[in-house]
């Protein structure tokens, strides 16, 4: 009996020291998934969050102009706890969603598209800007920095197109694979045709028809409310490959052409923008302190801080 009673206690004394090595691995375990935990959710609480504020200030915004505002903004953002980070371009979906507010807005309140895009594909351009141009209310465009190629596609479809004074938008002339299709005509204006090989010829078949499909497509846009004379003109510049690709269309040179532009940017636009950031760097390329500034009486500056 009493052998019996010393192994129980002598076990007892055993369990009684294990607690200590046994907690510290269980308090380092618990730790390690309470860290993976908060690497996972923090970046979608944030995400969340800065959605919940985007629809805030989009509320704000359409109370304000008595409007429907549609946003058309592809940025790199990243996402997850692995930070991946996406460049978006104008696709078939973005096009689906637009139609789809387009439908859910009466043919009497206002749209107000934002449009920050450095274009994307034809077809959903082409879509979005047909859907907008059959709006019966007045559609304004927003050109917060640039809207390049499809982007300009479908601010052409607007009734007034509101720009920062820095913004730009730019020619739409079509791209074939990675040659202009303008560019590719000329190789048929230089060259016998007997020295040209076939595929060369194919492609300036396609090309010729991709140039035609546009103008008349931008024509169709502008016609009704510049009249034939100046929607010509402009849809030719636009679509002809008088410059290249990405050249930087200024307001000033869009006003001079007789595009329907002004500067009269709300702040609430740029507002917005800041809601949708760029993917963080390590090290950001651009640094200044993030207040405004005025020039004070006696030539100095100072800040709202």
């Given at each position: 009996m009493n052998l019996v009673l010393l192994k129980r206690s002598q076990g007892e004394r055993r369990e009684h020291s294990l607690p200590s090595t046994y907690y510290g691995w269980?308090?380092?375990?618990?730790?390690?998934?309470?860290?993976?935990?908060?690497?996972?959710?923090?970046?979608?609480?944030?995400?969340?969050?800065?959605?919940?504020?985007?629809?805030?200030l989009l509320q704000s915004i359409e109370r304000k102009r008595g409007s429907?505002?549609?946003?058309?903004?592809?940025?790199?953002?990243?996402?997850?706890?692995l930070g991946l980070a996406f460049s978006r371009f104008i696709n078939i979906e973005d096009s689906e969603q637009i139609l789809r507010a387009i439908r859910m807005t009466p043919q009497d309140m206002p749209i107000d598209l934002i449009v920050h895009t450095p274009g994307g594909l034809v077809l959903a351009a082409e879509q979005i800007a047909s859907a907008?141009?059959?709006?019966?209310?007045?559609?304004?465009?927003?050109?917060?920095?640039?809207a390049m190629s499809g982007g300009t596609l479908i601010a052409l479809a607007a009734d007034e197109i509101i720009m920062d004074e820095n913004a730009v938008m730019g020619p739409v002339?079509?791209?074939?694979?990675?040659?202009?299709?303008?560019?590719?005509?000329k190789v048929l204006e230089k060259k016998d045709i007997n020295d040209v090989d076939d595929q060369t010829l194919i492609l300036a078949d396609i090309a010729k028809k991709a140039i035609d499909q546009v103008y008349k497509f931008v024509y169709s846009l502008l016609e009704d409310r510049m009249g034939s004379e100046k929607a010509d003109k402009i849809a030719r510049a636009l679509t002809e490959g008088r410059w290249t690709h990405d050249?930087?269309?200024?307001?000033?040179?869009?006003?001079?052409?007789?595009?329907?532009?002004?500067?009269?940017?709300?702040?609430?636009?740029?507002?917005?923008?800041?809601?949708?950031?760029?993917?963080?760097?390590?090290?950001?390329?651009?640094?200044?302190?993030?207040?405004?500034?005025?020039?004070?009486?006696?030539?100095?500056?100072?800040?709202?801080?």
């Open positions: 269980y308090f380092l375990n618990n730790l390690f998934w309470f860290v993976l935990l908060f690497l996972v959710l923090t970046p979608m609480l944030n995400q969340w969050n800065l959605e919940r504020t985007r629809l805030r429907r505002v549609i946003t058309l903004i592809h940025r790199q953002e990243s996402f997850s706890f907008l141009k059959k709006h019966g209310a007045k559609v304004t465009v927003f050109v917060p920095h640039y002339d079509p791209q074939l694979g990675q040659y202009p299709a303008a560019s590719i005509l050249y930087p269309l200024t307001y000033e040179e869009l006003k001079e052409m007789g595009l329907p532009v002004s500067t009269n940017m709300p702040e609430e636009v740029f507002a917005l923008m800041e809601l949708y950031p760029q993917t963080s760097q390590r090290r950001p390329s651009v640094q200044y302190i993030p207040l405004p500034y005025h020039k004070e009486a006696n030539g100095g500056k100072k800040s709202n801080a």
